[in-house]
């Protein structure tokens, strides 16, 4: 009896042909979709000018990128929407303005937004202005209206709930620098101000509880200090001789004090002014410390106040140069004023 005929290998052979053939099309297939995925997350344009765009507050992940999608930021709005589910960031966006750029990649725009990077304005505050000149020059940058700035900064409840002792800000809106972003309201930047205070106020506080100065007295003088020094190394000198003066239950006599006090002043201090009893900030008629601050002292006042030179001074008088002469007795004053200021009105 012959052996069986063995069955043919056709089929084997064509299924093979159709597991290789559709492993072929799946490869291509899989290509065309990360091919297109790469390309929806990557730059539209190979050269643009930057974008300024807003993130508004409480703004969803889906707008934001309908917007950028629609002004040519991103390519897909969809793809920088997945990518920010796959990295888990969706619903962390920060408000704000942003410079962006259709050069960059969805990721890198995503990610200027997700670690708020967004665009500062500088504002310099110099020592020694006062809240409303602050105000006004955060206005002049164009972040926030003055008038608002300055209700925050007269507002009893923001100095309580900032940590100052007083019934304004005025004195703790600390001189500096500082680069801000649209959008904050007055009340976030005045709190930025004090919080920069703050800073300088932990590392002086040791010193100011040593001296039995609270922090509102030591800003006061502070404040008083700043306006009255031309020349940044007589702090300390200018300092003890108020400081004596208070020893000795002495009128401060300031010119800057009285003239704070002095509404619409014209710049023309007078007599009258001197005399006018009426004026919380005039110490020539007033004794002790003024109600508040006149100004916003810098670090080197604050420090000043709390470690003043040692010296029995207990008046000063300017050179006409910026300077200051210093005297421990009236007498000595007396000459000193002779020989600096009256002398100048002689022909």
Do not use: C
């Amino acid at each position: 009896m012959s052996a069986p005929a063995p069955a043919p290998k056709r089929p084997r052979r064509l299924w093979l042909r159709a597991l290789g053939g559709l492993l072929v099309l799946g490869a291509v297939v899989t290509g065309s979709v990360v091919w297109a995925v790469i390309h929806a997350l990557g730059p539209p344009a190979e050269a643009a000018a930057p974008v300024r765009f807003d993130v508004l507050p409480g703004a969803t992940l889906r707008s934001v990128a309908e917007e950028l999608e629609a002004r040519r930021v991103i390519r897909s709005a969809l793809a920088l929407r997945g990518i920010a589910r796959w990295q888990g960031t969706a619903g962390r966006l920060h408000a704000g303005e942003y410079e962006l750029s259709a050069t960059w990649s969805a990721a890198r725009v995503l990610e200027q937004m997700v670690e708020g990077r967004v665009i500062t304005y500088p504002v310099t505050l110099p020592e020694g202005i006062s809240a409303s000149e602050i105000a006004a020059r955060i206005e002049q940058a164009g972040l926030a209206p003055a008038a608002e700035l300055l209700a925050v900064m007269r507002d009893p409840a923001a100095a309580a709930a900032f940590g100052v002792e007083g019934t304004t800000l005025e004195g703790y809106l600390f001189p500096e620098t500082y680069h801000l972003p649209h959008g904050l309201t007055a009340r976030q930047i005045a709190k930025v101000l004090v919080e920069q205070f703050l800073r300088t106020w932990r590392e002086i506080e040791p010193k100011a509880r040593a001296r039995g100065m609270s922090m509102r007295e030591v800003v006061t003088l502070a404040s008083i200090v700043e306006k009255e020094t031309g020349v940044g190394g007589e702090r300390p000198l200018v300092a003890s001789v108020f400081l004596n003066r208070l020893a000795r239950g002495m009128r401060l006599e300031s010119d800057p004090t009285t003239i704070y006090g002095i509404p619409n002043f014209d710049g023309n201090l007078k007599r009258v002014h001197l005399e006018d009893e009426t004026n919380a900030w005039n110490t020539y008629r007033i004794a002790g410390l003024p109600p508040t601050p006149i100004a916003s002292p810098g670090a080197a006042s604050l420090r000043a106040v709390v470690d003043p030179a040692e010296t029995d001074y207990l008046f000063f008088v300017s050179r006409n140069d910026g300077s200051h002469v210093f005297a421990s007795n009236f007498a000595e004053h007396v000459n000193n004023v002779n020989r600096f200021q009256r002398s100048r009105s002689r022909p």
